[in-house]
């Protein structure tokens, strides 16, 4: 069972960057497509980013596009997100969760058919002056 643990979040200043990563636990990290979600207080949860198990395939929201890079190290089997350009409206609890899907090249930002079912436990980042 894949546990994903995320860290980086924080309270930074609009313009300004975190680096999220998302640290999965046992041998077959690999085999797992990453996705990135946020949820704002009163607002459905949005996915923003993805990276496909083989590490090619990325997707990126339009409302995050330009601003945000994906990436993964699956020797440390870790998945990092870097944020740059930080707005107010990025202000949200920050998920990383996990898609079976061995040697993939294709990664999917849906939220509502149930791909992904190893999540973890969130992290909230607020970009606030």
């Known amino acids: 069972q894949l546990q994903l643990v995320e860290s980086g979040g924080g309270s930074v200043q609009p313009g300004g960057s975190l680096r999220l990563s998302c640290a999965g636990s046992g041998s077959t990290f690999s085999y797992y497509g990453i996705g990135w979600f946020r949820q704002a207080p009163g607002k459905e949860r949005e996915g923003i980013s993805c990276?496909?198990?083989?590490?090619?395939?990325?997707v990126y929201a339009d409302s995050v596009k330009g601003r945000l890079t994906i990436s993964r190290d699956n020797a440390s089997a870790t998945v990092y997100l870097q944020m740059n350009s930080l707005k107010p409206e990025d202000t949200a609890v920050y998920y990383c969760a996990g898609d079976w899907g061995p040697y993939s090249r294709i990664c999917s930002i849906e939220t509502d058919d149930g791909r992904y079912k190893n999540w973890g436990q969130g992290i909230q980042v607020t970009v606030s002056s």
């Open positions: 990276i496909a198990s083989g590490g090619l395939g990325k």
